[in-house]
């Protein structure tokens, strides 16, 4: 089967490396081939065939006209090279999705629509979440009556909130979209020097609770227990981050880093910390902390996308609730015990196991191929 996906992640097609770069890597072994449309940066691609079998469509920077570009190219490809199934990551203002039932309907090819993280869902940062979340309920709606099957990513947020928003349940389909490199992120075979007591990393944006992080290291400071933190990501809100860390005087054990080459040394930055934070109000995996458990590092985490199950026993971490004393509350129990925090980092790699690459993209192909032949 040939499979045409939009997508709003336009690294690969720019030189960048990231987690979809992973993925294509390896998915394209389990299709005839792959055409990924995606719109660009304002600038030329820098690489439309990353790999045999998986081509990249550029369409133009400018939100007016996007869901008609996509459209249009993604009934040409449908139509010279008749892929099985069209699929859209959705988000924001819903262009990919909106493109794709156009082309669903045009070629008669099944479209199943992803949604890896509604914005606002379970707790909204901001107004702007908030308004987001409205966005998604209307766009779900909207797509529910023309859509194969909307494909989630969690199991006990997601498919609740699509069912308070009329989806049948033989609509959804909960397929992970964590796929960890064990080779690369997996514990240290020697003794590895710490160099943070605590590690964030993602985009600096609303919902991962940034600023619930820095009121938690405030408050552990204050109380005789400073940390030594590292934030790793890059966004909207890091300016915000670079002052909050001056202002509040954690200027001396808190540094921030923009981008890492690559998941080797992303793993060796989890491997150098005795814990990894996560606060995010709302997620679809997420993907960082699985990365952590993985190499041995214990978590401390809200419970969104997946967290609450992989962390519920608190083997390998502690969930705790959407309020900026709980983080801290949970953070002090894992840094002061450091027995008990051994021990959850010990036990990281087995809960992460289930989450291998190879195996949870096989079982993201053969789930996308089931879809399209029970539609066609």
């Known amino acids: 089967m040939r499979l045409l996906m939009l997508s709003g992640d336009q690294q690969v097609a720019f030189g960048e490396r990231g987690p979809f770069y992973a993925l294509l890597e390896e998915f394209r072994e389990h299709f005839d081939g792959i055409d990924v449309l995606v ?6 691609a820098t690489t439309t065939d990353p790999f045999d ?3 990249f469509h550029v369409g133009p920077s400018g939100r007016f006209g996007r869901v008609s570009w996509l459209a249009k190219q993604g009934v040409k490809l449908a139509k010279a090279y008749g892929h099985g199934l069209v699929l859209s990551h959705d988000y924001g203002l819903f262009h990919n999705g909106k493109a794709a039932a156009r082309i ?5 090819i099944p479209w199943v629509s992803e949604l890896h993280h509604v914005s606002g869902h379970p707790i909204a940062a901001n107004r702007r979440e908030r308004l987001e979340l409205k966005l998604s309920e209307r766009f779900v709606k909207w797509a529910t009556p023309q859509v194969s099957a909307f494909r989630v990513v969690n199991s006990t947020e997601m498919p609740p909130l699509l069912e308070s928003w009329g989806v049948p349940s033989q609509k959804i389909a909960v397929i992970s979209s964590l796929y960890l490199d064990l080779d690369v992120f997996k514990p240290a075979v020697a003794k590895v020097e710490v160099q943070q007591d605590l590690i964030f990393v993602g985009r600096l944006v609303a919902n991962k609770g940034l600023d619930a992080i820095m009121t938690a290291l405030t408050v552990l400071r204050d109380a005789g227990k400073p940390q030594r933190a590292l934030f790793v990501g890059r966004g909207p809100l890091g300016a915000w981050l670079d002052k909050e860390i001056e202002r509040v005087g954690l200027g001396r054990t808190t540094r921030r880093i923009d981008w890492v080459d690559g998941p080797e040394e992303l793993a060796e930055l989890y ?20 990365e952590a458990l993985a190499c041995g590092t214990p978590v401390v985490s809200t419970p969104v996308g997946v967290m609450g199950e992989v962390l519920e026993d608190g083997a390998a971490g502690v969930l705790c609730e959407f309020t900026m004393s709980s983080l801290a509350r949970s953070l002090a129990l894992v840094l002061s015990d450091e027995p008990k925090r051994s021990a959850m980092g010990a036990a990281g790699p087995q809960v992460a196991a289930r989450f291998e690459r190879s195996a949870q993209i096989e079982r993201y192909a053969s789930g996308l191929k089931a879809l ?5």
Do not use: D, F, I
């Open 53 to 55: 079998g998986v081509r």
């Open 39 to 44: 719109t660009g940066r304002g600038r030329a």
């Open 271 to 290: 491997r150098s910390s005795r814990l990894l934070v996560c606060a995010s109000t709302s997620e679809g995996g997420p993907r960082v902390p699985l």
């Open 104 to 108: 669903a309907s045009k070629a008669g």
């Open 372 to 376: 399209a032949g029970e539609s066609s």
